[in-house]
């Protein structure tokens, strides 16, 4: 199943408030005794839109890898061990999302997959014990020329990393 828009507060583990273009996948693990098979994209999926390299970026505990901001590069990510806190921000002028924020629990305990179109700030922290990896297949190769960084404490976003008791 596919969640856009107001729906994607209706998946487990978002939080916060809806952004325009954010898309979430729920995505299938099979297991067996042999071990376990985990889907994330296929090329003949409505969610599908280019591709340009898969990566994978290992994040361990309390460490947080952002802010970022693609200016040309959609990312879809998913989590295929552990867990992150992936937090969104829409800075975009003209969209109707302007300066909303979106935490999203993703991996082992919520295998899911986000869509994230250029021109949001995103980051994410891994949280648990263990180290976690995020795998993200992008639309277009990586440059460094199309991505803009900020720190993760950044005032003009202005998001508290820390754990919240709720």
Not at 37 to 65: N, Q
Request: charged share 25%; with cysteine.
């Amino acid at each position: 199943m596919i969640y856009k828009n107001e729906n994607l507060l209706d998946v487990p583990g978002v939080k916060g408030s809806y952004i325009s273009g954010i898309e979430i996948k729920s995505l299938k693990k099979i297991p067996d005794e042999r071990g376990s098979i985990y889907h994330m994209l296929r090329a003949d999926e409505e969610i599908f839109t280019d591709f340009g390299e898969i990566y994978f970026s290992k994040v361990y505990p309390d460490v947080i890898k952002g802010w970022h901001l693609h200016q040309k590069m959609i990312l879809n990510y998913a989590v295929i061990h552990g867990m992150i806190k992936l937090v969104l921000y829409d800075n975009r002028e003209d969209s109707n999302t302007h300066e909303n924020l979106m935490e999203i629990f993703m991996g082992d305990d919520n295998y899911i997959m986000v869509k994230v179109p250029p021109l949001i700030w995103n980051g994410f922290k891994g949280i648990g014990n263990t180290p976690a990896i995020v795998a993200n297949c992008a639309s277009i190769p990586h440059s460094p020329d199309e991505i803009l960084r900020k720190n993760p404490f950044s005032e003009e976003i202005g998001y508290n990393w820390g754990l919240k008791h709720e």
